[in-house]
């Protein structure tokens, strides 16, 4: 035999025993549900004021969130209306917003095969007038792999001596 069959041989057996003790000692890993994920999303807010026509502002959010196990995290949510509207605010003043940019910290809980339901406290940012929020939502969690998500999301913010604004969107998640 020459030598290169010779090397050609003694390479496939080792690559071939390799792989053989890779499975061999391979052990199931046990998933609780617990860990980090990050999600981005892009939608439409609808903002809803009093006297001032409705508009639909684009979106972009950002969602990071750590799961206790398969029912409960707690998850901060950001999102940034990327336009300049015109709101109404408790004293009937109309109120230039740009850009605003909402920050909430929510309770998460899970049911159902992939449904999350959002409750949280928030605070709403802008040059002019911050305003205070809660946050009340539903998203649906729907698994494209082990670690990847498809994330469709509908949020009512309810703004303290504001206004209130509907949001829906659709992200893609990592699970860490």
């Given at each position: 035999m020459s030598k290169i069959k010779?090397?050609?041989?003694?390479?496939?057996?080792?690559?071939?025993?390799?792989?053989?003790?890779?499975?061999?000692?391979?052990?199931?890993?046990?998933?609780?549900?617990?860990?980090?994920?990050?999600?981005?999303?892009?939608?439409h807010t609808l903002i809803n004021t009093e006297g001032v026509d409705n508009v639909f502002v684009p979106s972009w959010g950002l969602d990071v969130e750590y799961w206790f196990?398969?029912?409960w995290g707690l998850g901060l949510h950001n999102d940034m209306e990327i336009e300049t509207f015109i709101i109404r605010n408790s004293d009937n003043e109309e109120i230039e917003r740009v850009n605003p940019l909402v920050?909430?910290?929510?309770?998460?809980?899970q049911f159902g095969g992939g449904f999350v339901v959002t409750l949280g406290p928030g605070i709403e940012l802008e040059k002019k007038e911050s305003f205070y929020l809660f946050r009340v939502g539903i998203e649906y969690e729907k698994d494209i792999s082990d670690s990847l998500y498809v994330l469709p999301s509908l949020f009512l913010d309810q703004r303290f001596d504001g206004y209130n604004t509907w949001n829906i969107g659709l992200g893609i998640g990592l699970k860490l």
């Open positions: 010779i090397t050609l041989i003694l390479i496939f057996a080792t690559v071939f025993q390799i792989n053989a003790q890779e499975h061999k000692g391979h052990i199931e890993k046990y998933d609780d549900g617990r860990g980090f994920r990050i999600a981005g999303i892009i939608g196990n398969h029912k920050f909430t910290l929510d309770a998460l809980y």
